[in-house]
């Protein structure tokens, strides 16, 4: 019988990798990428070594391990870099956004806020010498929805350090992206919406914030999105804000019913708040 190619046997245990981890069995993935990482590194495949750290950063990333994925992040970084990828390589900025947002959760906020800068600012330059050395058109959508994620993740960090005005920015800038790559009814673009229209509220912009929340209802209507229960209690909590507490009422009782519908029960936990605030200002009155 012949004996297996190596290169074929970490080809099939990634895919066993993969597998397992859509089953959510997430320790027999990490099993079968650490045999694979043994072989790679055996064949001296510095490609599919950077392939498996990166498969196994973002598996500890998932299971919340965010010490061992820094680790595995700084792993496949050095190994991309050692094998010629330029350091605006897309992949090596989405593995720093996922390191700024380890670093956000650890409450290293320098650390945080620096990587979030160098992504944004490495793919904004990348797209602007786009100009003088054209990349191919997939590339260019792709670090453009990347721009666009990174920009979106900044914004909900600077809100949880309620730097609102700088928030709002990020939003305007991300949904800016969205509404050109993707389209004005693209279900991310509507959701960019809805989260510009919650910052403008929390800055006291309460009529921007209405007429947007709005508009991205009207489309999440149009396109039977399936986060509409999210966007209604967002607007109630806007209503609430202007003092239409009838109004309030009302969209409160549409988002809570459609998120018992869904057993969304982090929405319906929000809702509830809502409608105790409600409660409390009618009450006041």
């Known amino acids: 019988m012949e004996e297996e190619n190596p290169e074929d046997r970490i ?26 990482l043994h072989l790679a590194q055996e064949a001296h495949n510095t490609q599919a070594i950077s392939y498996i750290y990166i498969q196994m950063a973002n598996l500890s990333y998932i299971r919340g391990n965010l010490q061992n994925a820094e680790k595995l992040f700084k792993a496949a970084m050095t190994s991309l870099v050692g094998s010629g990828s330029q350091l605006d390589d897309n992949a090596l900025v989405e593995m720093s956004l996922k390191l700024a947002s380890i670093y956000a959760t650890q409450k290293q906020h320098e650390l945080a806020t620096q990587g979030y800068r160098w992504c944004i600012d490495t793919l904004e330059e990348k797209l602007h010498k786009q100009a003088s050395e054209p990349l191919p058109a997939e590339v260019v959508v792709d670090t453009q929805l990347l721009l666009g994620l990174c920009l979106d993740s ?25 509404q050109a790559v993707q389209g004005e009814r693209h279900p991310q673009t509507v959701l960019l919406m809805n989260d510009l229209a ?53 969209v409160y009782g549409q988002a809570l019913r459609q998120a018992e519908e869904k057993q969304d029960k ?20």
């Open 266 to 285: 982090e929405a319906i936990q929000h809702i509830h708040e809502g409608l105790a605030e409600l409660g409390a200002r009618t009450q006041s009155v």
């Open 198 to 250: 919650a910052v403008l509220d929390m800055t006291g912009q309460q009529e921007l914030a209405f007429q947007c929340v709005s508009t991205a209802l009207q489309l999440a209507r149009e396109t039977e999105h399936p986060h509409e229960h999210i966007l209604l209690n967002n607007l109630a909590g806007i209503l609430l804000h202007r003092g239409d507490y009838t109004g309030a009422k009302r």
């Open 154 to 178: 900044f914004a909900r960090y600077l809100i949880d350090k309620q730097q609102l005005k700088l928030a709002q920015s990020m939003y305007e800038r991300a949904l800016a992206i969205s």
């Open 11 to 36: 080809v099939f245990l990634i895919k066993k990798a993969k597998l397992s981890t859509m089953k959510g069995d997430v320790a027999e993935a990490d099993l079968f990428l650490h045999q694979a």
